[in-house]
């Protein structure tokens, strides 16, 4: 029983059912999915499909967040990936062409990967904090977007395209399987090979982990490097779901919804151990919030301040500091030195 | 040795945006004119003013997310108690302010005495104060009360024909009142040693507590007062506002030559950093055929080099101590 | 001198800290116009005692009087406000402004609330002229300058609190020999003033050049208080480090009945060196040898471990492993050629917290054999089990978090880390610091089994005792610099603390 509660998906688990069961008595037509023209229909299909991006950017970003590191440029690279794609697209004169749709996707794809290797350069090679070096990505990729769209909407008129966001398979959104697909193969990568040891490693200790013969420098190229594949799938996605690639908006606030995600999924922003299902869940969590508070007609602009009180109370129970306050409230701290010494003898 | 190594970074800042203002010159007529630099203030007055107080918290060692959604609160809350409640605005002028400096120390305070890293804190502050507004109403509110309007279209003429705003005369006063807080005034040293070496200056016996709070404090009286600014310009208040302006203010203060990991830089250079952005926003509206995105292109250029420059700086620091 | 009464002292201290007996018993007395030094090893209590002399730590028993009245004091700045101020090793001032700040931040000459800069300056400039007979740019920020005038800054801002103790802690542990006269000159004129100066430190050279009294602690208890002049360096020596010399014959011997190991050169450094850590030295490890590397604190142990190891890069000279297998320039090429190192500083360059006691067991196998060769869990348990018995790890569980575990327990998870690489050598940096008795002989025992085996060990430690147990060979390093090498006949703890002391 005891395990049940310390498990680290109890309490975003406990939280997602708590935000279903409120829509339960709520509104009761949320669980209601009707089956038309051989696709799924209602809410938590469209949670499921609408939240797919969010957990894509965010399993990208919880192994950068294992390493201690933050990625703030991943909503840019949203807005390049779908970009690319769709000027490629919409440059040709037959949009259905399969080899010309594979082609733009690898075109996205190789050019996140690469923006990746540059966030991970500029962190690892430069030593410039992960926060900093990634926020010139971040100015900087909004108006590569821009620039890419040249400041407009740019529209794709292509069926094939648009699947890969909004079709179905087996009923179900064609953008779940890709979620699970990265999921899969992203959880295969790093446990079934040593690369998940070696993340949380250098994210608790990078001395010890050079000491031990890790190499440092290549962990953390290749994580910020698969932050930035996650980006560019999640900007296809996006892109492909509304058939059009809008430099100014597609991804903005992604990477705050990432992290949040990250961290209600229980993967500490010290870095070191990582939790991909968690991530997922608080993801859902997010995603389930939006549409809870759009169902009930309340202006959905207002999800902001519930995450920003989300934000808050899991930062202030990570908090060791706010928990030692509610603890010793009573005591007087007569030697503030000690207290930091004992913590860390024990 | 002439020169003295700390003021490298500032004369690269002064040195780049005058020769950007002389690139202008040569390749556009009519830019070299007293009015395209007056209307730089004009122009970027609630930048310059949150830029301020953004860099006594890069100063300290942090950073402040939520200084664009305080911008949007505050022409919110001002435009819905000014036009749908009635208040004068001497009332809720003076209103705003205390609410953003209010708000600014609550953030500080979680950031002290919680141990919490100030990008969540002020994150958590920024959906806050965003969410705030929405909660106030979605759409935007139109002012026409008389001050505001009087304000917004007040112009100073100065000699040689040329004008400059109320806002932006604000915004120089702020300036001028910062750089003497900064380097006259023991809050304004302390903010210094507190971004050199916290523990450093805890052992030294300065008040590292209050310091904190009072440099959010700051920041979030000052992005009130761009708020106010913002609303004389826009004579409006909306929740959509100054969205995604946290990051041209911290790159106005990296480009002004402050380093990001604290304790290094002047609020002069951060005056700079801010003429920087607007000079190229001029520059690419004055050439006509070039899009604005080039101005995010471009300052992101800037941020890269500035950053990788303090570095280069950083790294030839401590080789020279061993 | 002693005719003075003492302007600080402290009685009868004890202070405990969950687990550990950090001071037993221990005294000091400072008298006005004197340097005193503080000396021992690691972990025999010399800066816990300064901590709770500086109200970082409680005192748990005894009494603290200054001037004659008991005093309590909570923290560092209570501390100086009753006039005892300490300048650490680590310069704790901010590097980032300018001199004259970091002499009056806090107490900057101000007038209606404006700070005058001028006023500052000249007031630093003339501070530093007539105290510190130094004379520098004021204005320039700290990091413009070396440790060494930093440190004399330090002392700069803590004079300007008019003290009464003034506590050098470790002042000299990263100065040239230059810059160790400069200091001297400033503490031998502030001692003519009437200071009473605390100096610690582990150079015996140092020592004896500027102190008049010296109290010694080991283990965390008083080992003696002495006046410098009467006390000779190899009984300085023997009191930090040794037994009683007439001790020694009781010692038992195990390395006894050790096969001779004449074996093939394993590594070979000629006259490898880095600045500012070990002067060029020449050593040579053969197969199945246990070398000891004995030698005060700073005087170029780890230094030599981390040239070993690659972990730092060598300025001069060359290693060269044996069997023509080339040289290293990295841990993790030491770590391909079968090179192991175990070091000191347990929670900064050894466990990783977070993770649990098996994941932290392999790291180091699974670095070496890279990123796909992955040691399949069943095999990971096996070895986490095996281990846990091999070396008595307590709790049982592979699945503990490290950070869980005793001190001594980590130490065996790390040497099991390591041990899994099957290194040719293993270098061992005070392994048995801070760790029980029951577990440190464990240690030992392993060290000498393995070694019968043919593993090859460089073993560092502060204990001599300990040093003597397990070696074959042993080189004494002094001040940075390689001294002696002794083997086995001459292997005694009385000649090698004569090495040790120099004389």
Redesign the interface.
Known sequence: MKSIYKHHLFWPLCVLAALLLFNLFYSPDFFSITFRDGHLYGSLIDILNFGSPLILVAIGMTLVVATSGIDLSVGSIVAISGAVACLSISKASDQNMLSLILLSVLMAIVLSLLLGVWNGLLVSAAGIQPIIATLILMVAGRGIAQLITGGQIITVTSDKYAYIGSGSLAALPFSIFVVAAVLIAVTLVTR????G??I??VG??P?????????AKWVLISVYMFCGLCAGIAGLLLSSNVSSADGNNAGLWYELDAILAVVIGGTSLNG??FYLLGTVVGALIIQTMTTTIYMIGVPPEITLVVKAFVVLAVCLVQSSAFRAAIASRWKTR?????KE??R??? | MFL???YVPILVTITLFLAMFAAGSFLYTGFFSLQVLMNLFVDNAFLLITAIGMSFVILSGGIDLSVGSMIALTTMVSASLVQQQGWSPAVVIPLVLLMGAVFGSGMGAMIHYFKIQPFIVTLAGMFLARGFCYVISIDTITIDNAFYTNVAQTKITLPGGSFISISAIIALAVAAAAI?IA????FG??V??L???E???L????PVARTKILVYTFSGFCSALAGVVFTFYMLSGYGLHAVGFELDTIAAVVIGGTLLTG??GYVLGTFFGVLIQGVIQTIISFNGTLSSWWTKIVIGLLLFTFILFQRVLSAR?SV??? | MSDAAPILQMTRIHKR????KALSDVRLRLYPGEVHALMGENGAGKSTLI?VLT????VDEGTVELEGVPITV????EA?AAGISTVYQEV??????TVA?NIF??R?P?RL???L?KEMNRRAEELLKDRLNLNIDVT??L??Y??AVQQLIAIA?ALNISSKVLILDEPTSSLDKNEVDQLFQVVRKLKSEGLAILFVTHFLDQMYEISDRVTILRNGEFAGEYLAKDLSRLELVQKMIGKDLNMLEELPVLSEGKLDTAGEELVKAAGLGRK?AIEPFDLSIRKGEVVGLAGLLGSGRTEIARLLFG?DKPDTGKLTLGGGRGTIHS??DA??QRIA?C?ENR?????????TIR?NM???L???????K??PRKRQEEIADQYIRLLNINPPNPEQLIRNLSGGNQQKVLLA?WLLTEPDLFILDEPTRGIDIGAKAEIQKLVLSLSHQGMSFVFISSELEEVLRVSDKIAVLRDRHKVKEISDKDMSQHTIMQAIAGS
């Open positions: 079934k090979t040593a690369l040891l070696f949380e490693s608790c200790n001395a010890a982990s050079l000491m031990s013969g890790i190499r070191g151990r007569h030697y503030p030195g000690e010494i004992t860390h003898v024990s | 003295k190594h700390k003497f380097h006259y005034t023991r040293r302390n210094y040693a971004g050199g070496n523990h450093s200056a052992l030294m016996g300065l304790g290094v620091r020279l101590k061993q | 800290f969950p687990g550990v901590k109200g970082v730590y409680s909570h923290s560092p700045l100086q704790n001032l901010c590097t980032n402004l700040e931040i806090g900057e101000r609330g404006r700070i800069w320039q920020p990091h413009m070396s440790v801002r500012g972990a841990p993790r770590i391909q190192f070091s929670k900064t360059e050894g466990i990783i917290g977070d993770l994941e392999i790291l180091a699974q670095a070496k054999q890279g990123l796909f992955t040691i880390r």
